[in-house]
């Protein structure tokens, strides 16, 4: 498997370590890396991989989860590297409060990851906190950072490649704010309320031409994003009802036949969301 050029200058590869798609933007003066992978070993296999390429010179974190972020330290500006690190204002306080403590408890044992080893990872927060659009200047071409309002995680950023020569359109590099082949994925600090209403705004912004990259599986359109908008906003209607009928987690999800995605999945967006209607009440 090699790296696949969805738009002229823009190249991903999918690794079979949690199914992540890694994206790099390829400009005059180097390489704008997309997310890390979940290890300083995969993310020095993934700077290998890139070697035809070019070298990194940018690394941008779409989000704070660990298979996003647990490769920082070996790109990061204190490694031989010597890479910046740019993400989303909240970022740095999204992993002390949930990847610090998961990293903890696996390395204990009694995450539910155990089995790989975690031991060399040191959690790296990234340099450069964005909280508004700001661009790189990769030399021949520009790419825009944009960091969105809470969604899947409180400190979801995308990255916009505006289309160039040979491209149809422009190629958004998107995180896990939209998921592929799977459903949307709710996990530590999410937002399912807020979500919908996130999603909705940046596909406002997406073209019909556009190609949207996710963090997991393949490229997709933005008919894609709209279905998958759809499944956000049927599950946040079931957690507004439930929690206004005033039934507990358990309760909530007692029909699956009646949620859009498996329910096995969906405790913690349920947890999360009544966490976010009885915040907007006390309000
Ligand atoms: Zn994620």
């Known amino acids: 498997m090699s790296w696949n050029e969805i738009v002229p200058g823009v190249y991903s590869r999918r690794y079979e370590r949690d199914?992540?798609?890694m994206t790099v933007v390829r400009g005059e003066r180097g390489l704008l890396l997309v997310d890390s992978g979940s290890s300083p070993a995969m993310a020095a296999r993934i700077a290998a991989d890139l070697q035809?390429?070019?070298e990194v010179r940018w690394l941008i974190n779409t989000h704070a989860h660990h298979d996003h972020t647990f490769g920082n330290q070996y790109f990061a500006s204190g490694s031989q590297r010597g890479v910046r690190i740019a993400g989303h204002h909240r970022l740095s306080a999204h992993l002390d409060a949930y990847e610090r403590p998961r990293l903890a408890a696996?390395?204990?044992?009694t995450g539910s990851e155990p089995a790989r080893d975690w031991a060399d990872v040191v959690i790296t927060a990234p340099d450069d906190p964005i909280a508004r659009r700001s661009w790189v200047d990769l030399g021949d071409r520009a790419v825009e950072l944009i960091?969105?309002?809470?969604?899947?995680t409180d400190g979801d950023l995308v990255i916009r490649v505006p289309a160039g020569a040979g491209s149809s359109g422009d190629a958004w590099i998107v995180g896990d704010v939209m998921e592929e082949p799977g459903p949307p994925m709710y996990g530590s600090g999410c937002f399912p309320m807020r979500w919908p209403q996130t999603l909705a705004s940046l596909l406002d912004e997406i073209g019909?031409?556009?190609v949207i990259v996710p963090g997991h599986g393949r490229?997709?359109?933005r008919a894609f994003g709209v279905a998958q908008l759809g499944l956000l906003e049927s599950t946040a209607a079931l957690i507004r009802r439930h929690h206004a009928a005033g039934h507990?987690?358990?309760r909530a999800l007692a029909s699956p036949d009646e949620w859009p995605q498996p329910t096995d999945a969906l405790r913690l967006a349920v947890e999360r969301g009544y966490g976010e209607i009885e915040a907007g009440i006390q309000h």
């Open 52 to 54: 035809p390429l070019g």
């Open 248 to 250: 507990d987690i358990a």
């Open 106 to 109: 696996w390395r204990e044992g």
């Open 208 to 210: 019909e031409r556009d």
């Open 19 to 21: 199914d992540l798609t």
């Open 147 to 152: 960091p969105l309002e809470p969604g899947h």
């Open 219 to 221: 490229p997709v359109g």
